[in-house]
Nanobody, 121 residues
Framework: QVHLAESGGGLVQPGGSLRLACTAS????????MAWFRQEPVKEREFVAA????????YYSDSVQGRFTITRDNAKNTVYLQMNDLKSEDTAVYYC??????????????WGQGTQVTVSP
């Protein structure tokens, strides 16, 4: 069983930055594709970014491309989401997800509990 725990959310002003972290336990995550999703109230959960399990390729939604960066440290079983130039529309609960040998845009079996990011003056 894989347990994912997010951290790093909070309140930030527009134009500011935050770094989210997701630490996995229970399995070594080297063979897992790791991703970040977000969800606003009464909206569907949307894909934000992913780091494929092999090859080091990263993937981003159009809305965050150029502002957000996903990285991973397999030795620490942790994936990060560096968020720069934050906008009010980035306000959401951010979720970490993992799938063994997963496709970046496919389904994910394991999910964290989420961390709130609020962008407001």
């Amino acid at each position: 069983q894989v347990h994912l725990a997010e951290s790093g959310g909070g309140l930030v002003q527009p134009g500011g930055s935050l770094r989210l972290a997701c630490t996995a336990s229970g399995r070594s995550m080297g063979m897992f594709t790791m991703a970040w999703f977000r969800q606003e109230p009464v909206k569907e959960r949307e894909f934000v970014a992913a780091f494929r399990w092999s090859g080091g390729n990263t993937y981003y939604s159009d809305s965050v491309q150029g502002r957000f960066t996903i990285t991973r440290d397999n030795a620490k079983n942790t994936v990060y989401l560096q968020m720069n130039d934050l906008k009010s529309e980035d306000t959401a609960v951010y979720y970490c997800a993992a799938e063994q040998y997963g496709s970046p845009y496919g389904s994910y079996t394991y999910w964290g509990q989420g961390t709130q990011v609020t962008v407001s003056p």
